[in-house]
């Protein structure tokens, strides 16, 4: 969708730099949390499970920020960051349901 926007629109420089280094940054933090919540659902364990849960906050913030403050905001970028933000709600209930139920 960036690289659209870029096409298209008139996208200032430095925001498009920020934009991007965010999404990067973005796709880091996705790739670390779904290996530490496969690794914990897998193990059983609550650790990778709660650390999974917590870089699922910055990846929330992340996704409330192209939903809200990114320079170009189209259609398709709310459907998308809506859908995602209801899976990243769903996922963190059912993550907190599976550290109580390994922890006892």
């Given at each position: 969708m960036i690289i659209y926007k870029s096409q298209v629109y008139s996208y200032p420089d430095n925001y498009l730099a920020l934009d991007l280094?965010?999404?990067?940054?973005m796709a880091i933090l996705e790739a670390i949390r779904l290996y530490s919540g496969t690794k914990g659902n897998l193990t059983e364990e609550e650790v990778p499970l709660g650390v999974s849960?917590?870089?699922?906050?910055?990846?929330?913030?992340?996704?409330?920020?192209?939903?809200?403050?990114?320079?170009?905001?189209?259609?398709a970028d709310v459907i998308i960051n809506a859908i995602l933000l209801c899976t990243?709600?769903?996922?963190?209930?059912?993550?907190?349901?599976?550290i109580a139920a390994f922890v006892s």
């Open positions: 280094v965010l999404l990067f940054i849960l917590v870089i699922s906050i910055g990846c929330i913030m992340l996704s409330v920020y192209f939903l809200v403050w990114e320079t170009y905001i189209l259609k990243y709600g769903l996922e963190g209930i059912l993550q907190i349901i599976a």
